[in-house]
């Protein structure tokens, strides 16, 4: 790292968990961010500021003006723009240093393996199910770990996902498929904030992965109540039935 770097990263660096070697580590890491909207915006651009040196942003969305209450990459005079776009021009603007690829696509099942395969880490922030579960079967078949996010209304919850640890669950035990909530923000709403605080947690949460820092939220889910500022935790087991996990 050069001068300008590490006084860029100098308050990561004062960390003695993080240091030089830790910042280099972080530099040298790829991580896939799929969704450019409420959740994506704050985990890539905690991502981006805290110097992860590629961030790969998939989304296959323009930007439209009931966007910009909560998806913050986005301004408005990006209204009309891909939301990759947007994206690109604010993660350089945070930080020249990094690489930011675009992929405007709502990745299909080859394309999304060949870029989980690429990267160290996976953020879910998508807004569907079946694009959940696919992310989720794509991690589980590359090995790679997988920071799962999702927000509505006024609620929230995050866990992690590490399929290379053997009593790692996966998205798959967590929900069924064609049994999952019919939850979204389009239909239900949702608090800025609180996309927010889920988004940056999803942040905090991969680079204490990639970092291998204290304890990860693998095997629990992390429940959030912004009505109330309530968080609960909940244990989550790997289902030894499980069509997509289990061995």
């Not at 723009?81 to 604010?90: M, Q, Y």
Request: one cysteine or more.
């Amino acid at each position: 790292m050069d001068d300008e770097q590490l006084l860029r990263y100098s308050r990561q660096i004062l960390l003695p968990s993080i240091g030089t070697e830790g910042q280099q580590k972080l530099g040298d890491s790829c991580v896939l961010v799929i969704g450019a909207g409420g959740l994506g915006s704050p985990a890539a651009m905690y991502l981006a500021s805290a110097g992860v040196g590629h961030i790969v942003i998939a989304d296959d969305d323009e930007v439209d003006l009931s966007n910009l209450q909560r998806q913050i990459l986005h301004g408005n005079d990006d209204i009309g723009r891909p939301k990759v776009e947007s994206a690109k021009d604010t993660l350089l603007a945070l930080n020249p240093d990094i690489r930011v690829t675009t992929v405007r696509a709502r990745v299909d099942n080859e394309q999304l393996t060949r870029l989980v395969t690429q990267a160290d880490l996976v953020i879910d922030a998508s807004d569907n199910f079946e694009t959940r579960f696919a992310i989720n079967r794509a991690c589980v078949s590359q090995q790679t770990p997988l920071v799962s996010g999702a927000a509505v209304r006024m609620e929230g919850q995050l866990t992690v996902f590490l399929p290379r640890r053997q009593d790692s669950p996966c998205y798959r035990c967590l929900y069924r498929e064609g049994e999952e909530p019919d939850q979204t923000c389009t239909d239900n709403g949702v608090l800025a904030p609180i996309v927010g605080a889920i988004g940056s947690l999803q942040a905090l949460e991969a680079i204490k992965v990639i970092l291998e820092l204290g304890e990860s939220l693998c095997g629990r889910l992390l429940v959030f109540d912004g009505l109330y500022h309530e968080w609960r935790v909940v244990k989550l087991s790997k289902d030894p039935a499980c069509p997509v996990c289990a061995s």
